[in-house]
């Protein structure tokens, strides 16, 4: 099952979802030195978090370019999505570090709008396909 591949909403919300991590993958990767001082995390998750993007963030604009766009494929990167997003709030309330309060805002920010990315195109998926051209 494919979606068609003259859905601009989808393929803007999956763009809209590389372009954001690949932002955010570049600040943690490159900042992780000042951002370990300035939010209370350690160096290494940040720096580590943001590698982990840079593979995610390929596919997500490999799906976004395909045509048509995969189901399958968008479906994989809606759990990618909510997994982070979880895994961000268990980061903190969890107890695994103990950022400071800008930390947390940072922890969580980041963690509710990937699960708004996710639910952007979980919606876009959603749509029926009549609408989607």
């Known amino acids: 099952m494919t ?3 003259s859905h601009p909403f989808l393929r803007r919300a999956l763009l809209l979802d590389a372009a954001a991590s690949g932002l955010t993958g570049a600040l943690m990767i490159g900042g992780a030195s000042v951002l370990q001082d300035l939010l209370a995390l350690p160096a290494g998750l940040l720096r580590g978090a943001g590698l982990i993007l840079v593979p995610y963030v ?15 494929a968008v479906w994989t990167v809606i759990v990618c999505n ?17 950022p400071n ?12 709008a990937v699960a708004a990315l996710g639910l952007l195109q979980y919606v876009a998926l959603s749509r029926p396909q009549s609408s989607l051209a």
């Open 58 to 72: 390929a596919f997500v604009v490999m799906v976004a370019s395909r045509t048509p766009i995969s189901v399958g």
């Open 3 to 5: 979606a068609s591949a």
């Open 82 to 98: 909510g997994l982070w997003a979880a895994a961000s709030v268990a980061l903190v309330v969890d107890g695994v570090v103990a």
């Open 101 to 112: 309060a800008l930390g947390t805002t940072f922890v969580i920010g980041q963690g509710l």
